[in-house]
Nanobody, 124 residues
């Protein structure tokens, strides 16, 4: 059973930074594609970034140059460093895995295990 636990959310002012963490069950982060998604109230859940088993990354256009996804295989943990935050980044952020070594893009339907989410609020 795959378990994913997010942490690190909070409230920041525009221009600030946060680092989200996703602690995964053994071998999940090192073996599989891991993704970060977000969902704002009244909106669809959207892909933010992903990282595959050899650390290739993909980003949504809206976060390119501001967010960085990384992982520590020894700790089975995936991170999302978020800089230059904007009010439109406000959302619940979720960690997920597709259980494939390669990443199937940023489509929600391709990921089958999810964490419970961590809230990020950016004020202007």
């Amino acid at each position: 059973q795959v378990q994913l636990v997010e942490s690190g959310g909070g409230s920041v002012q525009a221009g600030g930074s946060l680092r989200l963490s996703c602690a995964a069950s053994a071998y999940t982060a090192s073996s599989y594609c891991m993704g970060w998604f977000r969902q704002a109230p009244g909106k669809e859940r959207e892909g933010v970034a992903n990282i595959d088993n050899v650390q290739r990354t993909t980003y949504a256009d809206s976060v390119k140059g501001r967010f960085t996804i990384s992982k520590d295989n020894a700790k089975n943990t995936v991170y999302l460093q978020m800089n230059s935050l904007k009010p439109e980044d406000t959302a619940m952020y979720y960690c997920a895995t597709s259980q494939t070594s390669w990443c199937p893009g940023l489509l929600r339907s391709e990921y089958n295990y999810w964490g419970q989410g961590t809230q990020v609020t950016v004020s202007s």
